[in-house]
């Protein structure tokens, strides 16, 4: 379900309006494009001058009435963006058929859907570059090559989803591809991807029919449907992953019918989602990294009739290893790859002693210092705290609890206390989250616990921990952890 819904979601392509509200006046060869940039339109020649950002427009085939760029029309053969500028807007350049692109050295980030269908045949981007929106280069097939630069520390969803690019070696400062980045990029033969990626998210890799081969780096602990329809005839999957998930090598296109031959499937797997394997029928062997008995007790669900047809290869019994240092952490338990994203993110550093606390029940005190802590410590607007057994401000939640209150994700527990150390239930942890995440899908009726529980099923929050989800339940350590990197990721 959330492949199909991503699915849908780039193609849909919609974008949030940003832009002061104009009707386009296709006629004009010049005018505003931001608060300090202009643009002109000369001969084959386009041209954006100013410094600062340039204004965020509307995707031409979302509205009736849409804020589109007033260029929208010209077909330029040169597109010019000056120096001072460092911002290029969402759907700034969409359709735009200008193929040379020269970008300034002073750009930091391109918006979503900048450049979607345009006719770029090159991209040199700066050195200084941070941030390639969600579908900044989506569809453009005539895209061959492109540098990113490691000043890069995100590359969005979607970004390249369907370009022409034939190789790409990914910069240091990408910790986790996003869904879809290079989705059916159909002429990609070569990627290069960095030490300490620790992501990789679903859909990154569909229908890459001509990448046959891919080293995944030892630290990548999250691999979601990432394979589906592509090229891959081997694949070395790194220990510490302890999930293949659904669809994962999905092979059941009829272009792109899967090509995996043989896989190398560590022994900190514990569970093998479904149909991640259907319709591999060229499937001749699995390296496994455990022994046979462990080999049976992963849990591989329906639709994964090719591993039972494979000649499944055993080693020794499988050895954990320690997770981030914690001796309560193994790397094949379910929230291992939660644990690392969380000391990494300095959502937790566990309870000392070298523990995490992996069982130990979550209070009310952690749990909003998690979710502010992952939410990028920002600053409550109040110093001052309204509950009698919040009063230190040197305490590590703080703050925490303050922003809670002033974003609406809790109030206390009454009696002018927050309760620190009362234990927090699985629904409650599921409701603070869905309330950090700005209420989706909210709807009158139902319980308090009706739209954040269906949220979490939606996104798959709720899936591969130990115990079966209940409201009630005590909520330990290790499951919010979980929860937490299942959204972030």
């Known amino acids: 379900m959330k492949k199909v819904i991503s699915l849908i979601l780039v193609v849909l392509l919609t974008a949030t309006l940003t832009a002061p509200a104009f009707a386009a006046d296709y006629d004009a060869t010049s005018g505003v494009c931001g608060d300090n940039m202009t643009w002109s339109f000369e001969g084959d020649t386009l041209t954006i001058t100013g410094t600062g950002r340039m204004w965020d427009f509307e995707n031409l085939f979302a509205s009736d009435t849409p804020n589109d760029s ?32 020269n970008l300034p050295s002073t750009l930091t980030e391109i918006g979503e859907h900048a450049f979607q269908r345009a006719d770029i045949k090159t991209a040199s981007l700066p050195e200084g570059i941070q941030v390639i929106g969600d579908g900044a ?8 090559s492109i540098n990113l630069p490691d000043s890069l520390t995100r590359i969005g969803s979607a970004a390249f989803s369907g370009a022409g690019i034939t190789s790409v070696k990914i910069p240091d400062g990408i910790t986790v591809l996003e869904n879809w980045t290079f989705g059916d990029c159909s002429k990609l033969q070569s990627v290069i991807l960095p030490d300490g990626l620790t992501a990789i998210g679903d859909s990154t890799f569909t229908w890459c029919k001509k990448l046959t081969s891919l080293t995944i780096p030892d630290s990548v602990r999250h691999i979601g449907a990432a394979f589906d329809g592509s090229g891959l005839t081997s694949l070395t999957i790194p220990d510490g992953v302890t999930a293949i998930e659904d669809a994962a090598f999905w092979g059941g296109y009829e272009t792109c019918p899967s090509q995996l031959k043989t896989i190398t499937i560590p022994g900190s797997v514990t569970r093998i989602g479904e149909i991640a394997f259907e319709f591999c029928d ?35 019994a499988y050895v954990p290893t320690q997770v981030a240092g914690f001796s309560d952490v193994a790397s094949n338990d379910y929230f291992a790859p939660a644990v690392q994203w969380a000391v990494e993110n300095n959502v937790t550093n566990g309870i000392g002693g070298g523990l995490f606390g992996a069982d130990a029940p979550l209070t009310r005190a952690q749990a909003v210092t998690f979710l502010w802590r992952a939410s990028g410590c920002p600053e409550p607007t109040s110093a001052t705290s309204s509950f009698s057994d919040v009063t230190d401000p040197n305490a590590y939640y703080y703050k925490a609890v303050l922003w809670a209150v002033e974003n609406g994700i809790t109030n206390g527990v009454g009696d002018n206390r927050f309760g620190n150390d009362s234990s927090v239930t699985r629904g409650q942890m599921i409701t603070f989250l869905w309330r950090t995440m700005g209420k989706p899908g909210e709807q009158a009726g139902g319980e308090w616990y009706t739209a954040p529980e269906s949220w979490a099923k939606e996104n798959g929050l709720l899936s591969g921990t130990a115990e079966e989800y209940t409201t009630n339940g005590v909520c330990p350590r290790a499951d919010v952890v979980y929860y937490l990197w299942r959204e972030w990721n």
């Open 137 to 144: 280069f989506n569809l453009c097939y005539r895209l061959r």
């Open 282 to 316: 060229k499937l001749t062997d699995v390296y496994y990294g455990g022994s046979r008995e462990q080999w049976n007790a992963i849990a591989i669900e329906d639709g994964n009739d090719p591993l039972s047809k494979a000649a499944i290869h055993y080693s020794d």
């Open 70 to 101: 007033p260029w929208l029309w010209k077909k330029p053969k040169t597109l010019n963006i000056s120096e001072g500028v460092t911002y290029i807007g969402s759907y700034a350049f969409q359709r735009c058929t200008a193929e040379t692109v």
